[in-house]
């Protein structure tokens, strides 16, 4: 999952990349409010986190451009004072939630995530599934036939993707992008041993497979015959 975080100034922006990546997120930071904007209608995000007061063009013009430009993407606005009438504009503009600063990191983690999960598709389950395996989206937990799986922030972004896209051969440089954020030219093989591993988990000991691999084209994850 990709998070666009705008955000002025330096520590609570560094603070933010730096808390989402290590929750296996995947996240650009824009310095400023045009930089922000730019991105959010070039890149695909699953949900942007906006500072209101930038240098530049501010957070509202940002989510107005975002709304205007038919992105859908649940935005959480952080704002610098417990203003009522601050969050009625940006929730009117079209924000979905807020953070009043100073916030604890785990209070916006929890917000992120609940946005995510109602992200525009209000009706999408909190569990994906495929035979006997579940993914639980909310508590981050993989069970197989009732038994808990413990997986790598890694390989349980790797086993989301594979389970949101099942019966779908993913090249190998579309999980790199996903997963790892980035090129496939980059000389490793890390995606095959990430592979291997949750397949050790996922699979050995369990019928039928699910992870499958495609010769010359990638992976996919469904039922073997
Ligand atoms: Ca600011």
Sequence with gaps: MKILVV????????YLRQGLMEASFIVD??????????????????????DVKLPGIDGWQVLQGIRR?????????????????????????????????????????ARVRTLLRRGGKAKESDFLNAADLELDLLRRRVTRSGRKIDLTSKEFSLLELLLRRQGEVLPRSLIASQVWDMNFD???????????RLRVKVDD?????????????GYVLEAAE
Excluded: C, W
């Design 7 to 14: 955000e002025d100034e330096q520590k609570t922006g560094d």
């Design 29 to 50: 930071l824009a310095r400023d409010g045009l930089d922000g904007l730019h991105l959010a209608l070039t890149e695909a995000y699953d949900l942007a986190v906006l």
């Design 69 to 109: 430009a038919g992105k859908d993407m649940p935005v959480l606005f952080l704002t610098a004072r417990d203003d009522v009438e601050d969050r009625v504009k940006g929730l009117e503009l079209g924000a979905d939630d807020y953070l009043v600063k100073p916030f604890a990191f785990s209070e916006l983690l």
């Design 186 to 196: 980059s000389d490793t093989n890390v995606i095959e041993v990430a592979i291997r």
């Design 205 to 217: 000991g369990f019928e039928p497979k699910l992870i499958q691999t495609v010769r010359g084209m």
